[in-house]
């Protein structure tokens, strides 16, 4: 699914217009009526100030204030400027005379919750008077504050903010998809809890997209016979568990049995065998170097001892699909000589502070810099890059940006990375191509969390636990 900046966006709600035989003040009322009932399921008061903007957004503003007046609510309108957008002068006309005007910066606070329609996506500078001071006020109240669209004051389109004054809202109602910005940690302050509004904007549009977010249908996976045996299966080749890691090659390979491998080889310290038959007693467990695999799986729990960055060098001279996380990363970036040994169509899946090492940048480096420097090194080298986290960004060798909106906070847990190399791994093994394993793996990874999330919770859950759910998420993915 393509992601569009606000310029795109603005076009989109043309086209719509243009096309769905509908003005853009019907557009308006949509849209506010929409958010309206999405406000009223998610927080309960009796009282709610509408800060309305001069613009578009603000036109929404109107239409809300109007709407929850409708329902009961005790409903008020602040608005620093006068409204300047036709469609916003012609809703401010339609307010009823029972929402009050208000006119004193702490009469605000007084209500139970602050509606923020002051801006909307295309917002770009500064934050410049009044504006500035209604928001910095708005920031000291303790008022329950939700904005509608884009927090005001945020630019929608970049990562790094450059306007020193922006609202905190609680939460953001977006209208049919979350903003670049949104995407990034350095905005969560900003936006709050964010939740996208479908307004009905028509679905043939075609833009030019910034990013794709990662849906079922932005891959293909190979579908089996029922007639399959194991063999055509894959054997997957995993490589890790040195010493005292051996629950990251367990991981690792009850997610791949989970996806569907039939075999899966472990190639890891003697120790760490006997944990992987006693956990996982399908696994098959080796000494030695295989001859005959599908592709291979390196780095979780390897270490970076004697012998690691050997077996290492065997798994990129093996001409074999491969992804490569956690330690094998590490032992890449402390050798830059072994980047050029990285076969293309290679997946490598770090952390923030792995991608980091990785690519050589300093720890301070903002999410927008990191982000750049990881689609350069992706064509550089011709590799997938999965920068591992919230909304987890995959950059191809094309320089395209895929972004995750599968999984939740309780997957911040050791050995979540283990289960996604297993997953990944098992996708290449069973004849998938590069591209498709990625999407399709970080996907059903984040699945399979949310799956088990809904029935227990995040608060303590596991990778061992959620890993059960694979092939109920892989289920779910290919029907």
């Not at 719509?16 to 309960?44: C, F, G, Q, W």
């Not at 979540?416 to 190399?421: N, R």
Request: hydrophobic share 40%; proline share 4%.
């Amino acid at each position: 699914m393509k992601l569009y900046k606000a310029k795109e966006i603005k076009k989109w709600d043309q086209f719509t217009i243009d096309h769905d035989d509908i003005t853009s003040l019907e557009l308006m009322e949509r849209a506010a009526n929409i958010v309206t009932k999405a406000i009223l399921s998610s927080y309960h008061f009796k009282s709610a100030i509408v800060l309305c903007g001069p613009g578009n957004n603000g036109g929404d503003g109107y239409v809300i204030a109007r709407l929850l007046s409708d329902r009961g609510i005790s409903s008020g309108i602040y608005a620093p400027v006068s409204p300047k957008s036709i469609d916003c002068k012609t809703n401010a006309e339609k307010l009823p005379s029972n929402v009050a005007i208000i006119s004193d910066l702490d009469q605000i606070g007084k209500y139970e919750l602050v509606i923020d329609a002051l801006f909307g996506v295309g917002f770009t500078g500064d934050s410049r008077a009044p504006f500035d001071t209604l928001i910095s006020h708005l920031n000291s109240l303790d008022n329950k504050v939700v904005s509608i669209d884009v927090p005001s004051g945020l630019n929608p389109d970049l990562i790094r903010q450059t306007n020193p004054i922006i609202l905190n809202a609680n939460q953001t109602f977006t209208f049919e998809q979350s903003k670049k910005a949104f995407y990034f940690r350095e905005n969560e302050a900003y936006t709050g809890k964010v939740r996208e509004i479908s307004i009905g904007l028509l679905q043939e549009f075609e833009g030019e997209e910034w990013a794709h977010l990662i849906t079922t249908n932005s891959f293909e996976l190979n579908q089996k016979s029922d007639f399959t045996h194991k063999g055509e299966k894959g054997k997957l080749l995993v490589i890790g568990g040195h010493k005292k890691m051996a629950g990251a090659s367990v991981l690792a390979t009850k997610a791949a049995f989970r996806t569907g491998s039939g075999y899966v080889l472990n190639l890891c310290s003697e120790f760490t065998q006997n944990q992987v038959i006693h956990n996982c007693p399908e696994a098959i467990v080796l000494d030695d170097f295989p001859e005959v695999f599908s592709a291979i799986s390196i780095g979780m729990g390897l270490g970076t001892e004697e012998g690691a960055e050997a077996d290492l060098i065997k798994a990129l001279e093996s001409k074999k699909p491969l992804i490569i996380d956690a330690d094998a990363i590490n032992i890449i970036s402390g050798n830059i000589d072994l980047l050029d040994k990285i076969p293309s169509e290679t997946i490598l899946t770090p952390h923030r502070t792995e991608l980091k090492r990785l690519l050589r940048v300093s720890d301070d480096i903002n999410d927008e810099d990191l982000l750049e420097a990881q689609i350069n090194f992706s064509i550089k080298h011709q590799v997938y890059v999965v920068q591992k986290g919230k909304y987890s960004k995959a950059t191809t060798p094309e320089g395209e940006l895929f972004i995750n909106p599968t999984g939740n906070k309780g997957m911040a847990v050791a050995g979540s990375g283990d289960v996604l190399s297993g997953i990944i791994g098992s996708l290449l093994a069973q004849g998938n191509s590069p591209f498709n394993a990625v999407l399709a793996g970080v996907y059903a990874h984040g699945l399979a969390a949310d799956l088990y999330a809904a029935k227990h919770g995040v608060n303590g859950m596991l990778p061992s636990d959620y890993l059960e759910k694979i092939p109920e998420a892989l289920r779910q993915i290919i029907s």
